[in-house]
């Protein structure tokens, strides 16, 4: 074991203990260097990094090593520029200054045997192969010849042993290994069906909207889209001086975003870039909202936090195109709680191609690469807990190939709450002493006291999500 300090207190502390212990400890140092990293997590390298030692503090922290007899101790130079590098570039340079860093500490009698090349091996989420934060220019392939040759070459250059190599890329081994299955049970949608006026005579507003619809085209787009907001806000203002009945306003909504469905149609039948600007935005107005039986802040935390993208697709239905643009929004009363934002070959999408839910039929997303930080960063906002976990593993000699060899509960109701400092048994014993004193006071049944009690304590084994079925 080796024990990697990134501060003097910490070298000065193991070098004390090591003493009053009588062992002789193997020491690392973190070396912070200049090159930084990139993408979302780029601040955890450069010289304003809050880890490791400058040089001046490497050369200090050999100083406290050998003053305390213990110079034969130091054995590993560690870096770390940060999670998720999307450019290979920056994976070199790093790995050249590192290895600088070791070849003159060898070069001065320090028997430093191993170069720690941190983290920083990234996913390509997207698919793009390129420098975006969520993907990256190289293969694994790459990155490990990379590695190997620019350590070599200094080392070679600087004529000192090649050092053991160790890589700590957390990320890029375990993020397949999990992936994400929420359920969406609801949506949220811009022209939902609207029945007929029940008034005789149509409202002017009305009658105007009508006639635009019937009479947009591909050539007044815009000034199309320009007269269905004067409406709109010619409606809204009827409705704060009490002028505009609900039905009235109601019809309006719904024509509003009908004609502005037909305007959006109409662009694929022209030039992309002939289309008005603010036609263009109309794609993410109109998109619709699964609603998902998750929280983005237990189970998806670096997309709220950190804008970090996952591949996100339907689990079946494949044999059936999509025909909805939508975004997903969960179920906790946090209007932050969404993912309005996706991967993409070329940019990142706003809306995510879906289908329509069925009635009483299940509709299941799977949100893939979730492996590397999601599943043990999630926190409890909103008091939602663990997601239930299945461990299936492949196997060539199932009929279906593969087998589930575990499944795991997620937290319950009780189990969070007693996170909280709420003790299940005092709660049941209060509700208790409520419902026999409403029993005494014939405010309930006994039957019906019991049944309450029952349900309540029932309730509180049932696990923080929706229950369907």
């Known amino acids: ?58 050369l200090t922290a050999t100083d406290i090593m050998r003053d305390a007899g213990m110079s034969q101790a130091f054995k590993l130079i560690h870096f770390h520029i940060g999670s998720q590098v999307p450019d290979i570039l920056i994976v070199k340079r790093a790995v050249r200054e590192a290895a600088r860093y070791y070849a003159k500490l060898r070069k001065m009698g320090h028997p430093v045997e191993y170069l720690d090349v941190g983290g920083g091996l990234a996913i390509d989420y997207d698919g793009s192969r390129s420098t975006f934060h969520s993907s990256m220019n190289y293969t694994v392939d790459e990155y490990a010849r990379d590695v190997v040759y620019n350590i070599t070459d200094v080392c070679d250059d600087e004529r000192v042993p090649h050092p053991d190599i160790v890589s700590e890329s957390g990320r890029a081994i375990v993020a397949h290994h999990s992936v994400l299955v929420v359920e969406a049970f609801g949506s949220i ?48 203002k009827m409705f704060d001086v009490g002028v505009l009945d609900l039905n009235v306003k109601a019809r309006v909504e719904t024509m509003f975003w009908e004609i502005a469905e037909k305007l959006q149609r109409l662009t694929k039948d022209i030039d992309p870039s002939e289309v008005p600007e603010d036609i263009v935005e109309l ?48 179920i906790t009363c946090d209007s932050d709680g969404k993912v ?35 599943d043990i960063m999630g926190d409890l906002h909103n008091l939602f807990g663990r997601v239930n976990e299945v461990h299936v593993f492949l196997d060539d000699d199932e009929e279906s190939g593969y087998y589930i060899e575990e499944t795991i509960a997620g937290h319950t109701i009780q189990e969070v709450l007693g996170m909280t400092q709420y003790d299940a048994r005092d709660l049941i014993s209060k509700v208790k002493a409520q419902v026999d004193s409403a029993i005494k006071q014939d405010k309930l049944k006994p039957t019906e006291g019991m049944r309450l009690l029952a349900d309540y304590e029932r309730g509180l084994k049932a696990q923080t999500y929706l229950s369907f079925g």
């Not at 002789?24 to 973190?30: F, H, K, N, S, V």
């Not at 006026?197 to 002017?204: D, G, L």
């Open 189 to 236: 949608e811009k022209t939902p069906s609207m029945p007929a006026p029940v008034h005789t005579e149509q409202h002017k507003l009305t009658r105007d909207l009508e006639h635009i619809h019937d009479h947009v085209t591909t050539q007044n787009l815009s000034e199309t889209w320009h007269d269905l907001l004067q409406i709109k806000e010619e409606a809204q």
């Open 283 to 330: 794609k993410n107005q109109l998109a619709d909202q699964h609603i998902c039986n998750f929280s983005v802040f237990q189970s998806l935390l670096d997309h709220w936090a950190l804008g970090a993208l996952f591949p996100i697709v339907p689990v079946h239905r494949l044999h059936e195109q999509p025909n909805m643009a939508s975004t997903l929004v969960d």
């Open 340 to 374: 309005s934002k996706f991967i993409d070959l070329n940019d990142v999408r706003d809306t995510l191609p879906l289908h329509t839910i069925k009635v009483d039929e299940p509709y299941y997303l799977g949100i893939f690469l979730t492996g590397a930080y999601q």
């Open 1 to 58: 074991m080796i024990l990697i300090a990134e501060k003097l207190s910490e070298v000065r502390a193991i070098t004390r203990i090591a003493k009053e212990m009588n062992v002789e400890p193997y020491i690392g140092l973190r070396v912070r260097l200049v090159t930084k990293g990139a993408g979302k997590w780029a601040t955890s390298g450069g010289e304003h990094a809050k880890f490791g030692l400058s040089t001046s503090e490497i």
